[in-house]
């Protein structure tokens, strides 16, 4: 395939990767690195999960968003706990400078709870998942689903550092007790969520904070969108079976701007379509808090940034989209 006929998105079949097929890992890898110098976006498939546990975790999910606010409040959240994050929580766009009004959704937020040997990196960073009651068929759900992600985001780490022409954990060797974070978005229709303002978007522009993001969507006119230089902003393709893959910060800093942060948006809910209502399964890969992320030297590497604490940076960013 020449680079003038690939696309921007390319669909990678994990299959082979998985099977050690010989003369496919090579073709694979390539083409990841290809995709991730444009636009830091991948598709997945080959990768083994059931769609029938993505589809109850939305039916689910959707029995608890659909609760009175009164009810919903008693979960509430700040940005990066967990629980609900109501409407107004969040703007993404702050992240990347832009002043946008809040994003139009609410989100259950869960991340990894396994305690940490340091005290203060525990409290921060380990703190107690909030099941909702009046659901209690989500935790067993959403712990079975992430037991999932994290397979496949060691996998997916895998696959970036050949990509790169690195050793097969350069990445791994820094999940020894990472952290994650994992949102289901609930994007309602007008009914919910008033008419957008200008300017306003279910999810604002914006790259992601950590490593891979492994993102499991719906399709929609009010969808996500992801930016190229080529195109600039143009709808993210769509395959039931695949995951959308995108790299964040962390990781486009590691390879020294060799690979891009998939930079992306969610539309509003479309004019003529305002009853649409979506749910996106969203889990941020992160890496053992205190990683020291290094970017690598050249012929990688492009761009040599100075070290940063993981978690430091995602701390930092986290609080950014803060509203209010």
């Known amino acids: 395939m020449s680079s003038t006929s690939a696309p921007r998105i390319p669909t990678i079949d994990l299959r082979p990767w998985l099977s050690g097929a010989a003369g496919a890992c090579g ?25 029938g546990l993505r589809s109850r975790i939305r039916q689910v999910a959707r029995a608890f968003f659909t609760l009175p606010a009164p ?76 037991a999932r992600m994290a397979e496949l985001e060691n996998l997916l780490l895998r696959l970036l550092g050949a990509a790169l022409g690195l050793r097969a954990d350069f990445f791994t060797r820094h999940m020894a007790h990472p952290t994650y974070g994992f949102n289901i978005n609930w994007y309602p229709g007008t009914a919910v969520t008033g008419a957008p303002e200008p300017g306003q978007f279910r999810i604002g522009p914006h790259t992601d904070f950590g490593t891979v993001t492994i993102l499991d969507r719906q399709a929609g006119k009010g969808g996500l969108q992801v930016f190229t230089d ?13 995951f959308t893959v995108n790299i964040g910060d962390l990781l486009a800093r590691w390879t020294g701007d060799r690979w891009r942060p998939g930079r992306h948006r ?59």
């Not at 080529?230 to 695949?242: F, L, S, V």
């Open 27 to 51: 073709g694979i890898a390539r083409t990841v690195d290809r995709a991730l110098q444009s636009a830091g976006f991948l598709l997945v498939t080959g990768h083994g999960v059931d769609p």
């Open 71 to 146: 009810v919903k409040e008693r979960y509430a959240a700040k940005v990066g706990g967990r629980g609900w994050l109501g409407p107004g929580a969040e703007a993404n766009g702050y992240a990347e400078g832009t002043e946008t009004p809040p994003d139009l959704k609410e989100s259950l937020t869960f991340a990894t709870q396994e305690p940490f040997d340091d005290p203060a990196v525990n409290a921060q960073w380990y703190a107690p998942n909030v099941w909702p009651a009046e659901v209690p068929e989500l935790r067993p759900l959403c712990e079975e689903y992430l």
């Open 230 to 242: 080529e195109a600039g902003w143009e709808d993210a393709p769509y395959d039931p079976e695949a």
């Open 266 to 324: 969610v539309l509003p809910p479309p004019a003529d379509e305002p009853a649409e209502e979506l749910m996106s399964l969203v889990y941020f890969g992160e890496c053992t808090p205190g990683t020291l992320v290094e970017s690598v030297p050249a012929p990688v590497g492009r761009v040599a940034y100075e070290p940063v604490d993981s978690h430091v940076y995602l701390r930092q960013k986290l609080d950014s989209i803060t509203v209010g």
